[in-house]
């Protein structure tokens, strides 16, 4: 199995930034797309950022030229710099990563989820 554990998650003031963390760690045979997801209270599950194999990167309009996704391979990490944040960005971030555990079985993990609060 996979797992996964986030870190960078807090308490920030508006217009402040941080920087998620999410390291998979388990039998990897590959490591596909991860990505970042988060729910805010009363709310879904939304995408805010993904990120494939080879570095090509998506993002929600509501986070586009505020935060970057990256990812270091040879890790199994992925990050979310947040910069410029926003009350509206207040939620509990899940890392989510695909991953094969061999060339034929490829699943969807996700991590704990860490808070995330914008407040002065």
């Known amino acids: 199995q996979v797992q996964l554990v986030e870190s960078g998650g807090g308490l920030v003031q508006p217009g402040g930034s941080l920087r998620l963390s999410c390291t998979a760690s388990?039998?990897?045979?590959?490591?596909?797309?991860m990505g970042w997801y988060r729910q805010a209270p009363g709310k879904q599950r939304e995408l805010v950022a993904t990120?494939?194999?080879?570095?090509?990167?998506n993002y929600a309009d509501s986070v586009k030229g505020r935060f970057t996704i990256s990812r270091d391979n040879a890790k199994n990490t992925a990050y979310l710099q947040m910069s410029s944040l926003k009350p509206d960005d207040t939620a509990v971030y899940y890392c989510?990563?695909?991953?094969?555990?061999?060339?034929?079985?490829?699943?969807?993990?996700w991590g704990q989820g860490t808070q995330v609060t914008v407040s002065s």
């Open positions: 388990g039998s990897i045979f590959r490591m596909n797309a």
């Open positions: 989510n990563a695909n991953a094969n555990l061999n060339p034929f079985i490829r699943r969807d993990y």
């Open positions: 990120i494939t194999s080879s570095d090509l990167t």
